[in-house]
Structures are given as C-alpha cells and as structure tokens.
C-alpha cells in the first residue's frame, strides 16, 4: 500500500453553508499546495510555513482567482494523519468547494477514499484501529450515550483495558516458554494451579464486557421498540405524549416496505427506535389484525416491549394473548385512560402481567414520567461510566473478546485435564492475538479496507 500519495478530500458537508474545509494530506501536500495558493504576503512559501500556522489568501488556477481563502498548516508527525497537512478554509459553497478540490488534485493529489485520512493516522500508528473505529462512531452519533462512548473509546480507555488483558497473557505465555526452555533453572511445579488463579479473573471480566456489548449496542443503536396493545388504547397518542416538545427531531426512517418504517424519539438521551409504527397509525397492530406470528415476531426483535392497556375497558382475549408473549420480556406495562372510570385497578393489571405497572393518561400527559424513569432503570441501572468499565458498542470487537474468552477457558480446561503446560500457550497466544485484533494488530488488508471503507468522505 503506498500511503505516502498526497490525497485530498472535502471534508465538510456537501450543501452550501458558511464555510468548507478540504483537506491535503501526504508527502508533497504544502507543495501543491504552493502551486495554486496566492498568499497575501507575496513570498510566503507554505512548504516552508512551521506547523500549526494559519495563512491568508486566495487560491488561484491558470490565472484565474477560485476563492478567498485561509490556510492551516499543519507538520509531520503533529496532524490527524501524521503527514504534512494543510487545510483550506474556504467559503462553504459547494461548486466553490468542488472548484477548489479540483485544482489540489490537477496538481498531483488525487482523490482521498472515504476513511483514507483516518486510515492513514491508524497506519501512522498515531491511534489503534479500535480508536479509529471511535471516530467513526462519534461522527455517527445520534444520542448522548453513543458520542459518550464513542469520545471515551478515542480517548484509548478500551485500549487501554484490552492492552491490559493481552500483557497478563503474554507474561504468562513467556514464563512457560522460558521455562520449558530453561527447566534447570525455573520449575513450574504448582504452576498450572496459579496460572488458573490467574485466568479466572481475566475470563470473569471478559464474561462481563460480553454482557456489556448489549447494552453497549442499544446505546449506539438505540433501543428497539415496540409498542402493543389493542386498537384505540392509545399507541399513538402515547408516542406523541413521549415526543413532547422534541418533536423536531423526529425523523422517519422511510423504509421501503410497511414492516421497516421506524421512528426514532428520544428519552433522557436515550434513542427508543419505534418499530412497525407503521401499525400503530393504521391502528391495525392488533394481535387479532396482524396475526400472532407477526406479534410474536416483533416481541423476539425487540430490545423493549411498551404494552398498553386500556384501563376504561375490561382485558379480553387479545390482551391475555399479548401477556402470554411478553413474560420474561424486558417490557413495561402501561395502564393508559386513568382518566376514565376504571374498569381495571393498577393492582389487577400487575395480577394479570406479573409486571409492574405504570399507570398513565396518554391524553393528559400524566404518569408519561415514570414511564421515562423505568427506560433509564432498565437502560442505564446506575448510568454507564465509560471510563471504568470495558463498554463494547461493535460487533467485531464482541466477537474478538469472546474468542479471546474461548481460548482462556481452553486452558483452564487443559489445566484440570492435566494437559502439559505446552498446550497452554497455543490457547494463550490465541487469546493474545484475538484481543491484538481489537487494536488492528495482525490486521489484513481486506478487513482493513472494510472497515474504512465505511468512514463518510473527507475523514
Ligand atoms: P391507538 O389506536 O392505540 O394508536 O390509539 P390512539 O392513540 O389513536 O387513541 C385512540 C383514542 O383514544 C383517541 O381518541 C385518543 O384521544 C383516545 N385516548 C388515548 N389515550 C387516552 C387517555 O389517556 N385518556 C382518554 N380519555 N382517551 C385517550
């Protein structure tokens, strides 16, 4: 891979707006940039400017001024990429950013790949993969607790731990090395017993950084959800109730059939991702209407089940089916119309669920509350540091964690078997490398590109 390429990118949203930056990075960036980069003071050399300087004037092809401009200069190793850099900071029109970025490359950039410059920071060995990875995240952000995350992962905090593990683990898998090598000199009678003792901690908090991923993900992702209950109990008018004043941002995710429609609202900075509300609007996600199996099939997807029930009404045969599907389901139960004479006490209704019960008036916006708290309780028990413990939010980083966990509880076994110590350090290094995946250690090229390739342009 030649990283050494000048490439350049616009780094800023492609809609006109008040400014644009595009980025240089590479080699030769403040070369070419010396080409097309008219300073106000006549013979300043950007190639030549120190790094962290900012310098004004105007770019100019064949003679021709494209715009009025400031330049930031920024030096190997000391930028985002670690390479020469210079940023133009130009007025953010969109055929004046794509004027500009066309003279950087008719000068010997060429067109940077979504990701590249991040790519390269990582290559440079200025961030690991799981930080890049962090960038990426945060751009994507779409709540508090994902850019939370997301800025403690940058800042190295689940490096840090997983550099930790992997440490512990080799010092183990060198001492057996060193003395199968050396058995005069160093015995490892009573050894398997220790490294046992040693493992077990280890495997106890991989153990529970897995079983962190999944609130992990509901923090990035948000939480999927789905709300139940008969026709005309009160779905939508719940949903407006938990909207409240952040209505604004709502968007509708169109999806392309009835069954993907999703609409994202927020609660104490947590995303609920509403699924099917395309059945709630037509008041048709009855169990009756939409058959059981869809039911049962929107209760397995979710990550929260909100049922209502409608407190003016006795329960009747639909509701004593929803009940069925939900137990042992995260779901809170909602007795909605406490406006209403009550033909069910929030006592019966807890009877009937065996859930706690919240009792609302969707209509007058009372108890909606307490249904906030319970989604925090459930969500976030005592909130999420992300400075103390290993919060996993990816995927890949899951799967790395629970290999590396397999290959720990391999030895463990191999130890109670009485295996020879010598079989202990293939799982070791196992464990060791899968965690070293984590940090883009041992990396291919082709996951490498994958996952790069997934940055938006300009990053
Ligand atoms: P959905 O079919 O479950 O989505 O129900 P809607 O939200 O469309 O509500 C159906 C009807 O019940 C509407 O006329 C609402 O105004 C009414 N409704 C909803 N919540 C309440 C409530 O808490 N109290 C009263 N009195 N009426 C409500």
Redesign the pocket.
């Known amino acids: 891979m030649q990283t050494t390429q000048t490439i350049a990118a616009i780094a800023t949203a492609l809609t006109n707006s008040g400014i644009g930056i595009i980025r240089v990075s590479g080699e030769d960036s403040l070369e070419i940039m010396d080409q097309i980069f008219r300073p106000e003071k006549k013979d300043l050399k950007l190639s030549e400017c120190k790094g962290y300087t900012v310098h004004y004037g105007h770019i100019e092809e064949n003679g021709e001024v494209i715009d009025e401009v400031l330049v930031m200069v920024m030096r190997a190793p000391h930028s985002y990429t670690t390479e020469n850099t210079a940023e133009i900071d130009c007025h953010g029109g969109v055929l004046v950013m794509k004027r500009i970025l066309q003279a950087v490359l008719n000068h010997g950039a060429r067109l940077a790949e979504p990701g590249e410059f991040t790519k390269r920071a990582f290559l440079g060995g200025r961030i690991d993969l799981s930080q890049a990875e962090a960038v990426m995240d945060l751009i994507e952000a779409k709540n508090d607790y994902a850019m939370e995350s997301s800025i403690a992962q940058l800042r190295g905090t689940l490096s840090e731990k997983i550099r930790k593990l992997r440490e512990k683990i080799l010092y183990e898998t060198a001492f057996i090395e060193t003395a199968l090598d050396d058995p005069e000199h160093i015995s490892l009678d009573g050894y398997p017993e220790k490294l046992r003792s040693r493992l077990l901690p280890l495997i106890a908090e991989m153990k529970e950084a897995e079983k962190n991923f999944g609130s992990g993900r509901v923090i990035r992702e948000g939480i999927k959800t789905v709300i139940l209950?008969?026709?005309?109990?009160?779905?939508?008018?719940?949903m407006n109730a938990l909207l409240g004043e952040e209505r604004a941002i709502v968007t509708d995710i169109a999806g392309t059939t009835r069954d993907t429609l999703e609409e994202n609202l927020r609660v104490r900075g947590i995303s609920l991702n509403i699924i099917d509300t395309a059945g709630?609007r037509d008041?048709d996600?009855t169990v009756e209407k939409i058959g059981v199996e869809k039911a049962r099939d929107l209760v397995e997807k979710a990550d929260l089940i909100l049922y209502?029930i409608d407190g003016?009404k006795e329960l009747d045969d639909n509701d004593r089916e929803i009940i069925e599907m939900i137990r042992d389901r995260k779901c809170i139960v909602i007795l909605?119309?406490?406006?209403?004479d009550l033909k069910i006490t929030q006592e019966r209704a807890e009877q009937e669920t065996g859930q706690y019960v919240i009792p609302?008036?969707?209509?007058?916006k009372t108890g909606i509350e307490k249904i906030e708290d319970r989604i925090e309780e459930m969500f976030l028990s005592g909130g999420i540091d992300f400075n103390d413990e290993v919060v996993i939010t990816n995927v890949r980083h899951q799967n790395a964690v629970r290999e590396a966990k397999n290959s720990l509880e391999m030895v463990v076994r191999s130890i109670d078997d009485g295996m020879p110590e010598d079989f202990f350090t293939i799982d070791l290094m196992n464990a060791y490398e899968q965690l070293g995946t984590i940090l883009g250690e041992e990396l291919g090229d082709d996951l490498a590109n994958e996952i790069f390739a997934r940055f938006c342009m300009g990053k």
Do not use: Q, R, W, Y
Request: hydrophobic share 30%; charged share 25%; no cysteine.
């Open positions: 209950g008969k026709p005309n109990v009160g779905k939508s008018s719940l709630i008041t996600n209502l003016s909605n119309k406490t406006d209403l609302v008036s969707a209509k007058e």
